[in-house]
């Protein structure tokens, strides 16, 4: 159930970030707060409460930074660029492409298992992201352009910060990444956009508050509860945006975009369940070595 509730409050995040943008917010100011209030709340409460997963070794300062801007950085920037063009739920579900391509590249450079489950698996989801797009639409698909290619993007940077990640997990708690990879992208958005723009925004209360839940509770907490490896359940997490960008903002998607998007959830679980299986899964490599 905690592992639910954390899919809930991930997809209550892209639909609280699709009503900042629709009242004029920049979706890559609105990256640069989730990233600079994060990084400061993530590193306050861990001096506090678990000082010594804040100690690093200094040559691996350097990783973290590439992990922060590279990953965590370039993510949120498609991420909220592409709800900020397309529907939420089909930009969540264009990010849950990452799977198949951490399938791919485990195969091609990790040595894992390409067997028949993970084939058909990955013809899901491109077939499913073909309909998530409205690829069978050329009028949908014009309309949807940047936001489909912002979300590609995003399922591209995700699949780098989770496998980068679990590199660093031979190493270092996920709170320790966490923390860590925010600095980075915090750092990496206010050289870019500098933090004045970040301070002088003339945000009325709500939209504080609104920020605040979309870097706390909508970002921190349902990490802390994903602190395992549950990633199957968070393919409940699209059903739920959905869901809440319907009943909040109205939003839609047409039959065959929801066949698509359960194609897409049905390929991640396949993929997850697959990978679990395999013994050269990093996360096993890491609990086998302990």
Do not use: H
Not at 225 to 233: C, G, N
Not at 243 to 263: F, I, K, N, S, T
């Amino acid at each position: 159930m905690a592992c639910l509730g954390a899919a809930v409050l991930w997809a209550s995040n892209g639909v609280v970030s699709k009503y900042l943008m629709n009242g004029g917010l920049s979706p890559f100011v609105l990256a640069q707060g989730r990233m600079t209030f994060g990084a400061i709340l993530t590193a306050a409460w861990l001096l506090l409460t678990r000082p010594k997963t804040l100690i690093i070794r200094p040559r691996d300062i350097l990783s973290f930074i590439l992990l922060g801007s590279l990953g965590l950085a370039a993510v949120n920037c498609c991420y909220l660029a592409s709800i900020s063009k397309i529907s939420t739920a089909a930009a969540i579900l264009l990010e849950y492409l990452a799977p198949t391509l951490i399938a791919v590249y485990a195969w091609r450079f990790m040595g894992e298992r390409m067997g028949l489950t993970k084939i058909i698996a990955l013809g899901l989801a491109l077939g499913g992201c073909y309909l998530v797009v409205g690829g069978y639409n050329i009028g949908l698909l014009n309309l949807n352009r940047w936001g489909v290619l912002w979300g590609l993007g995003a399922a591209v940077t995700f699949a780098f910060y989770c496998v980068y990640s679990e590199y660093n997990l031979r190493n270092y708690s996920p709170w320790t990444i966490l923390c860590y990879a925010l600095i980075g992208a915090s750092i990496t958005f206010n050289l870019a956009l500098g933090p004045a723009r970040l301070l002088t925004m003339g945000w009325d209360t709500k939209s504080w508050l609104l920020i605040f839940y979309s870097v706390s509770i909508g970002t921190i907490v349902p990490f802390g509860i994903f602190a395992t490896r549950a990633t199957i359940i968070s393919t409940f997490e699209p059903i739920a945006a959905g869901l809440m960008a319907y009943l909040w903002l109205g939003e839609r998607l047409e039959g065959l975009q929801m066949l698509g998007g359960l194609g897409v959830l049905f390929a991640v679980f396949l993929i997850q369940k697959e990978r679990e299986r395999d013994l050269l899964a990093p996360a096993m490599i890491k609990k086998r070595n302990k």
